[in-house]
């Protein structure tokens, strides 16, 4: 039983199935953010996806607005990226030697793109900023970095590291198994504050190799930095010779086709990529000015390869979404029914005196149970997650997918229709009186 005293949805299958799972894999699943471990019930074993919906193993149909965490801008099972996918499997899936794909999905980025000169197609997120990481400290001949609590930038050793106490600290590593000595070259602040930024270079003088930022940080909440600070983090960056790193893994593509360097015209010296330069599979990438990318080998002496690296399937789908998104106005229209879509929820929220903030950019959205402006992760109150998890359970009752988890951003894809996004509103404002009111 749930709020309204009405039986949940049935669940039985992906129960059984989630059961099964959990005899092969840890806690049941092969990414621990897919548990659910932070709301009710357990996880939704999804059957298939089209457009905006997915449909689980008891046949229930959402919408969904977790869209593979960020990758299927188009949303689910777009034919042009299918169509693609199935010609070039024809030819065979994998050769581990240069293929033209590669040229035309790095032609179709540099093109758009005036940020970066030369990029390096990897298998996911976490290689793509892994591998930055080592250019930057090659190329600057420097160890240390410096990261933001609350950004999230995969799960390489160097960046399982999360703030001490103290304004600049070096990091304690956030999982077993990453050897202090790792994190003792990772210093870590906090986002929006440029004190701990001048601090954090004055005590480590020409030591820092790069600052990496998520400049739309968006895997803790959505803790929206002033385009201000971010300009200061570029010059001071540059006065201490130091790389900035953005990890434009979620916003890359997502803001519009530049990300989030193109959003805020601010130049970083790398850029990774992940999610959405995939079209939903596995595909991450890094680049840079030629200067910096030539430090790689085999140009240079930073090794960095993969056997799967660049891999055409993958690139396929790569070329078919990224080329819908330059058709004319397409972020123009997404944006716009996103905006509209977090506007009207906000509307809802405010007229009914609801501690309740719909923090938005692009097509992203943050759910978040206060009536604070939130930059920064410890502005996050760890008890508000309690209206998220009701919220989440009322939300699946209604067709709604969202992430399980209240740190988490949602999107909108370009398959969300008017009707679809109408929808999802009533159950929102639904799900919104039953936290509220009971
Ligand atoms: C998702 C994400 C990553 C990790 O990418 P994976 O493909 O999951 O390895 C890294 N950085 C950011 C900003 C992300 O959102």
Sequence with gaps: MNTTGKPDISREKSAELY???????????????????????????????????????????????CCSWGPLILGHNHAKV????VEVIQNGIS?????????????????????????????????????AIRLARGYTKR???????????????SLLVKAGSGLVTFGETSSAGVPKAFADETIVIALNDKEALQKAFEEFKDQIAAVIIEPVPANNGLLLQHKEYLQYLREISAQNGTLLIFDEVISGFRLGFEGAA?????????????KIIGGGMP????????????????????????????????MGAGIAQLTELLRSGFYRDLNAKAEEFAEAIQRFATARNYKFKVFTIGSMFWFAFTDKDIRKAEDIDPASMEKFKIMHRELLNRGIYLG???????????????VDLEKAKRAIFDSLDLVFRG
């Design 404 to 418: 399980p988890s209240g740190y988490e951003v949602g999107f909108v894809s370009s398959a969300h229709t008017k």
């Design 283 to 314: 595909v991450g990438a890094y680049g840079a000015s030629t200067q910096i990318m030539d430090t790689i080998s085999p140009v240079g002496p930073v090794y960095q390869a993969g056997t799967l690296s660049g891999n055409p399937v993958a």
């Design 95 to 131: 050769f581990g030697a240069p293929t033209a794909l590669e040229n035309e999905l790095a032609e179709l980025i540099l093109k758009h793109n005036k940020f970066i000169e030369k990029i390096r197609f990897v298998s996911s997120g976490t290689e793509a900023v892994m591998s």
């Design 262 to 274: 193109g959003y805020y015209g601010i130049k970083p010296d790398i850029i990774t990529y992940g």
């Design 143 to 157: 160890d240390k970095i410096l990261k933001f609590e609350g950004c999230y930038h995969g799960h390489s050793d």
């Design 19 to 65: 059961e099964k799972a959990k005899t092969y894999f840890p806690g049941g699943v092969n990414s621990p953010v897919r548990a659910f471990k932070s709301v009710y019930g357990t996880p939704l074993f999804i059957e298939k996806g089209d457009g905006c919906h997915v449909w689980d193993a008891d046949g229930n149909q959402f919408i969904d607005f």
């Design 82 to 85: 299918r169509e693609k996918v």
